[in-house]
T-cell receptor, first 109, second 113 residues
Framework: EDQVTQSPEALRLQEGESSSLNCSYT??????LFWYRQDPGKGPEFLFT???AGEEKEKERLKATLTKKESFLHITAPKPEDSATYLC??????????FGTGTRLLVSP | GAGVSQSPSNKVTEKGKDVELRCDPISGHTALYWYRQSLGQGLEFLIY????????KSGLPSDRFSAERTGGSVSTLTIQRTQQEDSAVYLC???????????FGDGTRLSIL
């Protein structure tokens, strides 16, 4: 059965303190690894898609990387506005996404 | 441009009543998805539409749940004889094609009393 596991469940950082979020996946025939950001009361906002091991994508202070078993979301010098829940999802043979339960990130000034 | 629109944003109803949730996808998006997000749980896939047909209904939790899509655009998710365990946020997403990223609405928060 396809499975996505995210760690840690929650992460508290000081402004400027860089860190990484982990997403481990077990899917048959990965056809995309997705990162989303979700703010309270809102729907997930698309950040990145990664398709093959070794691929990297960057956007502002965020960088996503992919290996054959994991993906990492690196946050460099975070700001309070980066506080949100970050969701990882994997797509296999069908079109549905299998989501992890997310990492709640809080960045304090 | 306009994103995915869902209505109502909140719905409170009594156990046993039927509810209809609506999703307006991004214009031109052919694929449409419904997910459910319960407290402390990840998003759970319910159903996928390509055009008006639903090739994958595997996530619908029971026969009380049904969905349709008309004109390749608006979709409604219907829950009959609601139960307390149906309380959740129901999220709709759409994508330009099957291989493109899914873009989400803000969901309908459903509470069953």
């Amino acid at each position: 059965e396809d499975q996505v596991t995210q760690s840690p469940e929650a992460l508290r950082l000081q402004e400027g303190e860089s860190s990484s979020l982990n997403c481990s996946y077990t899917v048959s025939g990965l056809r995309g690894l997705f990162w989303y950001r979700q703010d309270p009361g809102k729907g997930p906002e698309f950040l990145f898609t990664l398709y093959s091991a070794g691929e990297e994508k960057e956007k502002e202070r965020l960088k996503a990387t992919l290996t054959k078993k994991e993906s990492f979301l690196h946050i460099t010098a975070p700001k309070p506005e980066d506080s949100a829940t970050y969701l990882c999802a994997a797509r296999s043979g069908f079109q549905k996404l299998v989501f992890g339960t997310g990492t709640r990130l809080l960045v304090s000034p | 441009g306009a994103g995915v629109s869902q209505s109502p944003s909140n719905k409170v109803t009594e156990k046993g009543k039927d509810v209809e949730l609506r999703c307006d996808p991004i214009s031109g998006h052919t694929a449409l998805y419904w997910y459910r997000q319960s407290l402390g749980q990840g998003l759970e896939f319910l159903i996928y539409f390509q055009g008006n047909s639903a090739p994958d209904k595997s996530g619908l939790p029971s026969d009380r749940f049904s969905a349709e899509r008309t004109g390749g655009s608006v979709s409604t998710l219907t829950i009959q004889r609601t139960q307390q365990e149906d309380s959740a946020v129901y999220l709709c997403a759409s994508s330009f094609g099957e291989q493109q990223p899914q873009h989400f609405g803000d969901g309908t928060r459903l509470s069953i009393l």
